[in-house]
């Protein structure tokens, strides 16, 4: 049984190279690089055999493990690989529970992942063979990792299969990878700031001693406490890391026998009353486009997933400015202006998003000037509470009220700015982007326009207009505060310029490139 299951994904395999030409290179790179990294880790293992301390060494090693068997535990939730080896798929073939559930986590085994860590797992075996007794533990603790790496990835990416079988659910579990992420980065910045001359080694002592007391860490640490001659830990972590791989055997069978005869889940369809938006604003083209437009920000996940990622820009920047030493007196100044940045800059590729819908606007004649006013309206209902109370929020942690006015004159230019320039890229200079109902993190290919220099042009030029009000912004704080009131005003004032050029630019481009929007959208 187990064989028919290895020679099914054998030829699984195998069709990936009947794929498109640039599809098999990919899938060779991918190959390649995996094989390469496995083989320089099994290379340097082996040489550790030889060098350096068993301690360090068995600190490191556990540490190091522990993220690899935390990552096959995760990696399958976040990005929802599809599980081509899914149990749902033999449900009508009969075959007994335990034996599926053997030749199901069997055929893992084939694959780029466990390959790698097979390799580097041989590499852990040459690494502690230091003597009869550690060998035998090396090789009995290098089955055990793969084995709970194996069920823990297979259980993981069935219950993604299984849970997370709707487009929202996948959606959000996405943008929960994407944030915790996001967050892990300060950690990162601490780590490399950390003075490990100093500090490391306590650092990583104290982690290796809490993981490897845990199932994903207990396997790691076996050979190396028995090299460093702590047997009686050895033993203690050795029976840890095989009642876990047994419990995850439990477990994969009762997930197993569960998605037998378990349907896959389906999105609940929602029920609407009323039109929405559509009744609270004016019945004219600026009302209908921004009602649709605050619908979209509601409803449309490639929308709220760039809205739900604005307030955490702040926190990426602010961690890592601290950890560095920048006082926090000034770090206070920092999270509004940051937030406008990005709210105006999430504009500049607004026309994208209704693809082939925009030619709703080419055939029935609207207006740009309608149109571009519309749109921006709902980032404006959202930036200037922002601005107003994040401002009054910063400010009290900085201080010095006198600076309030900088505040506001700085962020309302950043935000104008940022609308006014997207107002005009978002017409001219459209690119391909997720289509509706994708998920907003598959991102297709810019090959016909040069995205990067359209998201520099919105992102920089808001900042190249607020120059002005950020210079005397900073001769209001170290010189004298009157020249607060002219940063209020020259922000307000460039700002408001900036967005009325924007919008008239880009309602001139959009009543003369309809056409072209809507062949560039077909072409998406």
Not at 181 to 199: A, G, K
Not at 287 to 306: E, H, K, P
Not at 369 to 379: C, S, T, V, Y
Request: proline share 5%; net charge positive; glycine share 10%.
């Amino acid at each position: 049984m187990v064989a028919q299951f290895f020679g099914l994904k054998l030829r699984l395999l195998a069709n990936l190279f009947r794929r498109s030409p640039w599809q098999v290179v990919g899938l060779v790179v991918g190959l390649l690089y995996g094989l390469s990294v496995s083989i320089t880790l099994l290379v340097a293992l082996i040489t550790l055999r030889f060098v350096g301390d068993p301690t360090l060494i068995r600190d490191s090693l556990t540490v190091a493990g522990s993220a690899v068997a935390l990552g096959f535990l995760i990696i399958p939730i976040v990005v929802g690989i599809d599980d081509s080896m899914d149990p749902r798929k033999f449900a009508f073939l009969g075959i007994p529970n335990r034996s599926l559930s053997l030749g199901l986590a069997g055929s893992a085994l084939i694959g780029v992942p466990a390959v790698t860590l097979t390799i580097v797992l041989l590499g852990t075996v040459v690494t502690w063979s230091r003597g009869i007794g550690q060998t035998l533990l090396a090789l009995i603790s290098a089955a055990l990792i793969l084995a709970t790496c194996i069920l823990l990835s297979r259980v993981s990416a069935s219950l993604a299969a299984f849970l997370l079988s709707t487009r929202r659910s996948r959606e959000f579990t996405g943008l929960i990878g994407v944030v915790v992420l996001v967050l892990i980065s300060p950690l990162v910045v601490v780590l490399f700031s950390t003075d490990w001359d100093r500090h490391g080694r306590t650092l990583l002592a104290t982690l290796a001693t809490i993981l490897g007391w845990t199932p994903f860490g207990a396997a790691w640490a076996v050979p190396g406490d028995a090299s460093t001659g702590a047997w009686g830990e050895a033993i203690l972590k050795l029976l840890i890391a095989v009642g876990s791989t047994y419990a995850l055997w439990l477990i994969w069978q009762f997930v197993v026998a569960r998605m037998l005869v378990s349907p896959g889940r389906e999105a609940a369809a929602k029920q609407y009353s009323g039109l929405g938006w559509f009744d609270r604003l004016p019945h004219s083209s600026v009302g209908a486009i921004a009602a649709r437009t605050f619908t979209y920000w509601a409803r449309d996940s490639r929308y709220w997933v760039s809205l739900i990622m604005i307030p955490i820009v702040p926190i990426v920047a602010i961690l890592p400015l601290s950890v560095v030493g920048v006082p926090l007196h000034y770090l206070a100044l920092v999270p509004v202006p940051l937030m406008c940045i990005f709210l105006g800059w999430t504009m500049h590729n607004d026309v994208a998003y209704d693809s082939t819908a925009i030619w709703l606007h080419v055939a029935s004649g609207t207006h740009g000037l309608a149109d571009r006013i519309g749109r921006i309206l709902p980032a404006l209902v959202m930036g200037i509470p922002l601005i107003g109370i994040g401002s009054v929020i910063s400010i009290s942690f900085y201080g010095d009220w006198s600076v309030l006015l900088s505040m506001l004159g700085v962020s309302t230019c950043i935000l104008l700015a940022g609308l006014g320039f997207s107002s005009y890229t978002s017409t001219r200079f459209p690119y391909p982007v997720t289509k509706p109902g994708d998920s907003p993190f598959a991102q297709p290919q810019a090959t016909e326009t040069a995205a990067g220099l359209v998201q520099s042009l919105t992102f920089t030029g808001s900042i190249i207009v607020a120059l002005p009000a950020l210079i005397f912004a900073y001769l209001g704080i170290v010189e004298d505060p009157a020249w607060h009131l002219l940063a209020l005003g020259t922000g307000v004032g460039l700002g408001l310029v900036a967005v009325v050029v924007g919008i008239w630019a880009g309602s001139r481009a959009f009543d003369r490139r309809g056409p072209e929007m809507l062949a560039s959208a077909q072409r998406a």
